[in-house]
């Protein structure tokens, strides 16, 4: 890996809805001093790199442009939003074949410019995904990190603020799981200011279970609702990828909800699933176990049988 202390450089590779609005937080939130546009459109990587530069006198000083795949030998962090995006009525697993094709030759061609750093994917569906760049880089499994839950858990919290009248920073709550229609919450660790969620109902009434059943089906649901509106869902990926990708570069240690590698974990082996993690210039530190509930443990180990599946079809020798 590059040393500390170096220029940072992030190589986004993709530079659709999701890649373009990543690059805008980036500037906006001055996370890195270099930031290189690779797309397979390379006109339109130039547009975006040139209209990103001409808003930078009104932001941080941050070097801009397109370039390729050798952009990425001296990049600390690929992040990858290239791929088939999520059409109306279709799941992201459905979105597996295709896109399985495509970071086959993205891999390839990253490696091969003798890029040593961490990658991020947030391509869906991107726990399969974040697999398969790991298979395909060879790089050690706590520097291929997927985006996973961390937009779930935004949601999660973003909803249950509105219900409970509180800031969104002050309410700790995660979902785990894939990225997609099998989550899960996690109601036995939110916590509202420190105070447990159960402990909260208790005393101020609400929220009801129905309630909290309620704010979850929406934020499972809520990329079909988004996407059944406008197309595709981008803004709130791109903040929480801005998120993990400052995680790293400052070495901040922070507990983010990811796509990470199962290595006994939650009695999990060999897939990446959505767990909370320590996050910092290593890439994975380590995966935070919490204490489930029996029925949540049940939910989750389902939820890891199906991106077995989903893997197995990328992968058949896969167990």
Same mark, same amino acid.
């Given at each position: 890996? $590059?040393?500390?202390?170096?220029?940072?450089?992030?190589?986004?590779?993709?530079?659709?809805?999701?890649?373009?609005?990543?690059?805008?937080?980036?500037?906006?939130?001055?996370?890195?001093?270099?930031?290189?546009?690779?797309?397979?459109?390379?006109?339109?990587?130039?547009?975006?790199?040139?209209?990103?530069?001409?808003?930078?006198?009104?932001?941080?000083?941050?070097?801009?442009?397109?370039?390729?795949?050798?952009?990425?030998?001296?990049?600390?962090?690929?992040?990858?939003?290239?791929?088939?995006?999520?059409?109306?009525?279709?799941?992201?697993?459905?979105?597996?074949?295709?896109?399985?094709?495509?970071? $086959?030759?993205?891999?390839?061609?990253?490696?091969?410019?003798?890029?040593?750093?961490?990658?991020?994917?947030?391509?869906?569906?991107?726990?399969?995904?974040?697999?398969?760049?790991?298979?395909?880089?060879?790089?050690?499994?706590?520097?291929?990190?997927?985006?996973?839950?961390?937009?779930?858990?935004?949601?999660?919290?973003?909803?249950?603020?509105?219900?409970?009248?509180?800031?969104?920073?002050?309410?700790?709550?995660?979902?785990?799981?894939?990225?997609?229609?099998?989550?899960?919450?996690?109601?036995?660790?939110?916590?509202?200011?420190?105070?447990?969620?159960?402990?909260?109902?208790?005393?101020?009434?609400?929220?009801?279970?129905?309630?909290?059943?309620?704010?979850?089906?929406?934020?499972?649901?809520?990329?079909?609702?988004?996407?059944?509106? $406008?197309?595709?869902?981008?803004?709130?990926?791109?903040?929480?990828?801005?998120?993990?990708?400052?995680?790293?570069?400052?070495?901040?240690?922070?507990?983010?909800?990811?796509?990470?590698?199962?290595?006994?974990?939650?009695?999990?082996?060999?897939?990446?699933?959505?767990?909370?993690?320590?996050?910092?210039?290593?890439?994975?530190?380590?995966?935070?176990?919490?204490?489930?509930?029996?029925?949540?443990?049940?939910?989750?180990?389902?939820?890891?049988?199906?991106? $077995?599946?989903?893997?197995?079809?990328?992968?058949?020798?896969?167990?």
């Amino acid at each position: 890996m $590059k040393p500390a202390g170096k220029v940072s450089r992030v190589a986004l590779i993709g530079s659709g809805f999701v890649g373009a609005s990543y690059a805008f937080a980036m500037l906006n939130q001055g996370v890195a001093s270099e930031f290189v546009i690779i797309d397979l459109n390379h006109k339109k990587a130039e547009g975006d790199a040139m209209d990103l530069n001409h808003g930078i006198p009104f932001a941080s000083n941050m070097r801009i442009w397109a370039g390729d795949y050798s952009d990425c030998k001296d990049a600390d962090i690929v992040v990858i939003t290239a791929g088939a995006n999520q059409a109306p009525g279709e799941t992201r697993l459905d979105l597996v074949g295709k896109n399985a094709a495509i970071f $086959k030759h993205i891999i390839d061609a990253v490696m091969k410019s003798g890029f040593d750093g961490i990658f991020i994917v947030a391509t869906n569906p991107v726990d399969v995904l974040t697999y398969a760049t790991w298979k395909y880089s060879g790089l050690p499994a706590n520097r291929v990190i997927g985006s996973g839950t961390i937009l779930d858990s935004a949601r999660l919290r973003s909803l249950l603020s509105s219900e409970l009248k509180v800031d969104p920073s002050s309410v700790h709550a995660v979902i785990m799981g894939e990225h997609g229609d099998t989550e899960l919450p996690i109601w036995s660790h939110v916590n509202v200011g420190g105070m447990p969620l159960e402990d909260f109902q208790a005393t101020h009434g609400y929220p009801s279970q129905e309630k909290l059943d309620e704010i979850f089906v929406n934020v499972r649901d809520a990329a079909y609702h988004i996407i059944e509106r $406008k197309g595709a869902t981008y803004y709130g990926i791109a903040m929480g990828l801005a998120r993990l990708t400052k995680a790293v570069l400052r070495n901040e240690n922070s507990i983010l909800s990811v796509s990470a590698r199962m290595d006994g974990q939650y009695g999990l082996n060999d897939l990446y699933i959505g767990v909370p993690a320590v996050i910092g210039r290593e890439g994975i530190r380590d995966i935070i176990e919490l204490k489930l509930t029996p029925n949540e443990q049940l939910k989750f180990e389902h939820s890891a049988t199906v991106m $077995k599946q989903a893997i197995k079809s990328i992968f058949p020798e896969h167990v």
